[in-house]
């Protein structure tokens, strides 16, 4: 069972977008403190657009952004990771691969600066075996799923009270997903780590996350534990056609796994 305790977010009546463009439209989103809350909804609907707003990447415009109480609305992305433990892992790949793995890491903690980040290596290391046998090899020559271990590792450096994380799945195969989505759980039980997570492999992630938020047009449309979507048998029409949150394309979200 997770946690309750933790630094929950909250979005209040936000707006954001770019430029003149509003994919954020007066959004109201609650993720609790110390639990994986899976963020849902049809391409487009501004799930990383929500990542990134709360990173403090794109100027909210209306409204505010709330963690553990605290307004940080207008927080840059380097206050949000030194002064709020925030850490955010985009999608792709986000590496120095001519780097080794090492230099990757420290590269990782500058924030912290060289001491502390050289004792906090191999804490972390703890957690990626696979990638600590290749500590002084290039990070562009590790696979795709140990690249990714990596960045989040690199985030866990700074040892974040909220871990804000977009498809990491992507490129990876089944069961260096499965590896993934247990160190979130175990981050979220273990360190009460909140984790806001956009992942279109929605089944295995339902499976393994606290609750689901769906969104659309850039507006909250469903919130709900996710053990409880995950048995609706309504909730392929729900996403795929018919239902409240049906904009989805066909396509959009993968059931299959
Ligand atoms: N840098 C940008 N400049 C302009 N528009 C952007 C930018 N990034 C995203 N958008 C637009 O914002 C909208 C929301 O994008 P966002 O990436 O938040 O959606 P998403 O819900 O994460 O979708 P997906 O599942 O496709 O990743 C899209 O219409 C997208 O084209």
Known sequence: MAATTGTGIEFRDVTAGYGDFMILN????????GRITLLLGPNGAGKSTVLKTLFGMLKVRRGSI??????I????PRELLTRHGVAYVPQGRNLFGQLSVYENLE???IALGMKATRER???VLDLFPRVRERLHS???SLSGGEQKQLEVGRALLLR???LLIDEPSIGLSPLVVQDVFRLLRQLADEQGVTVLMVEQNVKSALKMADDAIALESGRLVLHRPAGELLADPNIERLFLGGGAAAAAPAGALDWSA
């Open 107 to 109: 590269l990782g903690g």
């Open 160 to 162: 974040p009270r909220v």
């Open 73 to 76: 609305t207008g927080a840059s």
């Open 138 to 140: 290039a990070a562009s």
């Open 121 to 123: 290596i191999p804490q």
């Open 66 to 71: 709330h963690l553990g109480g605290q307004d």
């Open 26 to 33: 007066g959004l109201d989103l609650r993720a609790a403190g």
